[in-house]
C-alpha cells in the first residue's frame, strides 16, 4: 500500500476520478483535473476511450506535459480523430453518442446540482464565476462525473444557481423537468466517492479514502449526508497510476 504521504490530495482526486471511467466509453471532458483524468484512464486502463472538448476535438490524444488550458486550445489535436465546430460538437450529445460528461464546479449540492455561475444573489453577485460554456448541455444529456475540492463553501444543501442539473430536488424530478436521460453518476473528492443511485437521488458517500473518517467527510459538508451501510474505503494510487499522472503533468499545474 503506498501511504497518504506519497502523494498529495489533488493525486488522489485524479487518479480516482480516472477510475470511474470505463474502456470504450465516450468522454466530454472540461479542462483541469476533469480531462488529466480522463487522459490518465486512456494511458494506463482505457486504451479504447475517447476523449471530446468543447472545441470540437473527437478523440484527443493529450501529449504528456501539454495538457490544454481552455477547451478551445488547439493543442491537443495532434493524433484526434477530427476536429468540429464547437455546434456540430454538442449535437453528439443530443444523438446519444456520449456516454459520460466529466467536469469540475464552484458549488455542488445534495442533489447533484452544479453552479458556475455567480456566487450570492443573482442580482448582486459576491462572485462572478465562469459560467456554463457547455456545461448545461452536457449534465443535461448525459450521465455525469464531477471532480472538486470538497470544502463546506462548495458542498452546500442548495445552489446560489442551477447552473449544470443534476438531479433538480430529488425523485423523479430531473425526468419531470424534461430531462429524462443522464444524471450524476459520481462525485469524487479528495476525501471520498459518492453516489446518487438510491430513490432519493441524493449524495450518498459510496468509499472513503484512505486515512479519512466519516467524522472528517461530514464535518466539510454543508448538509446531512447519507453513508452506504457497505461503505468502503478506495484504494490508494498505484505506482503505475502515480507515474503516469506525473508523466502527464510534469510541472504539477493540475496536481500540486
Wanted: aromatic fraction near 6%; include cysteine.
Amino acid at each position: 500500500m503506498i501511504e497518504p504521504h506519497r502523494y498529495t490530495a489533488n493525486e488522489i482526486l485524479t487518479v480516482l476520478s480516472a477510475r470511474q471511467l470505463r474502456d470504450g466509453q465516450v468522454v466530454f471532458a472540461g479542462v483541469g483535473v476533469p480531462l488529466l483524468a480522463a487522459t490518465l484512464a486512456q494511458r494506463t486502463r482505457c486504451p479504447g476511450l475517447t476523449i471530446l472538448f468543447e472545441g470540437g476535438v473527437i478523440g484527443a490524444f493529450v501529449e504528456p506535459g501539454k495538457l490544454p488550458p481552455s477547451t478551445n486550445d488547439q493543442r491537443c489535436t495532434k493524433r484526434a480523430n477530427m476536429v468540429l465546430g464547437s455546434a456540430e460538437v454538442l449535437l453528439l450529445l443530443q444523438r446519444g453518442y456520449v456516454d459520460v460528461g466529466f467536469m469540475g464546479g464552484a458549488q455542488i449540492d445534495q442533489y447533484g446540482n452544479l453552479n458556475s455561475s455567480f456566487i450570492g444573489d443573482s442580482l448582486h453577485p459576491k462572485t462572478r464565476l465562469p459560467g456554463t460554456g457547455g456545461g448545461n448541455d452536457i449534465s443535461s444529456l448525459a450521465n455525469m462525473i464531477v471532480a472538486m475540492k470538497h470544502e463546506k463553501r462548495r458542498f452546500v444543501e442548495h445552489v446560489d444557481f442551477i447552473t449544470s442539473p443534476g438531479f433538480i430536488s430529488g425523485g423523479d424530478s430531473r425526468a419531470q423537468s424534461g430531462l429524462p436521460t443522464g444524471g450524476m453518476f459520481r462525485v469524487v473528492t479528495e476525501l471520498a466517492v459518492f453516489s446518487f443511485e438510491d430513490a432519493e437521488r441524493r449524495m450518498k458517500v459510496a468509499a472513503l479514502n484512505p486515512g479519512v473518517s466519516r467524522d472528517e467527510v461530514q464535518d466539510k459538508t454543508g448538509f446531512e449526508l447519507i453513508f452506504d451501510d457497505d461503505l468502503a474505503v478506495t484504494e490508494p494510487p498505484s505506482e503505475n497510476e502515480l507515474a503516469t499522472l506525473r508523466m502527464l503533468d510534469p510541472e504539477h499545474l493540475f496536481t500540486a
